[in-house]
T-cell receptor
Framework: DAGVIQSPRHEVTEMGQEVTLRCKPISGHDYLFWYRQTMMRGLELLIYFNNNVPIDDSGMPEDRFSAKMPNASFSTLKIQPSEPRDSAVYFC?????????????FGPGTRLLVL | AQKVTQAQTEISVVEKEDVTLDCVYETRDTTYYLFWYKQPPSGELVFLIRRNSFDEQNEISGRYSWNFQKSTSSFNFTITASQVVDSAVYFCALSTSGTYKYIFGTGTRLKVLA
């Protein structure tokens, strides 16, 4: 089975540009999580969805960040406008309420560099 | 408050040595889950193990073993006969029932020297 898929794997952009990160969760999983990882702050949960509905976005740093999940197999995290301090690795993870519940499976991450 | 503490920032061992990574957690919930993840230099986060609060049995998987002790709120991870490929950052995480959110520790960087 395919794991969590993220694209792009690497993104280099200039300050002020819009950045869109994409995630496809594991089929059948009903929870989706967006994390950011930096050396200074470690792994931070930005937002998570259940059945495509945002449940907790308290980790979203500011209004420049937005996330959507239009259907069960796709989510986006958008930064507009981007700033150098947004440079980080962004992970998407998914989990299921049933079976091996609460175990999150992570995608390979998107390494974002904002110049 | 919920918290996960990984006091060991970095550990270096020589290949074939045994090494234990410590994880101490805090929660007032009676139902919770504990996890270990491995992050190798390539960057991905790899799930290793999940434990629920009602199962204190220790687990062994090959060279890996986990010791869960509720009395000390610890969930320690031991690698026996370490190998260079074990070099990675290891994260411990806590999730309380129904929240589906993880509280991550700060990670322990393990360096296994040949």
């Amino acid at each position: 089975d395919a794991g969590v898929i993220q694209s792009p794997r690497h993104e280099v952009t200039e300050m002020g540009q819009e950045v869109t990160l994409r995630c496809k969760p594991i089929s059948g999983h009903d929870y989706l999580f967006w994390y950011r990882q930096t050396m200074m702050r470690g792994l931070e949960l930005l937002i998570y969805f259940n059945n495509n509905v945002p449940i907790d976005d308290s980790g979203m740093p500011e209004d420049r960040f937005s996330a959507k999940m239009p259907n069960a197999s796709f989510s986006t995290l958008k930064i507009q406008p981007s700033e150098p301090r947004d440079s980080a690795v962004y992970f998407c993870a998914s989990s299921s309420a049933g079976g091996n519940q609460e175990t999150q499976y992570f995608g390979p991450g998107t390494r974002l560099l904002v110049l | 408050a919920q918290k996960v503490t990984q006091a060991q920032t970095e550990i270096s061992v020589v290949e074939k040595e045994d090494v234990t990574l410590d994880c101490v957690y805090e929660t007032r919930d009676t139902t919770y889950y504990l996890f270990w993840y491995k992050q190798p230099p390539s960057g991905e986060l790899v799930f290793l193990i999940r434990r629920n609060s009602f199962d204190e049995q220790n687990e062994i998987s090959g060279r890996y073993s986990w010791n869960f002790q509720k009395s000390t709120s610890s969930f320690n991870f031991t690698i026996t006969a370490s190998q260079v490929v074990d070099s990675a950052v290891y994260f411990c995480a806590l999730s309380t029932s129904g929240t589906y959110k993880y509280i991550f520790g700060t990670g322990t960087r393990l360096k296994v020297l040949a």
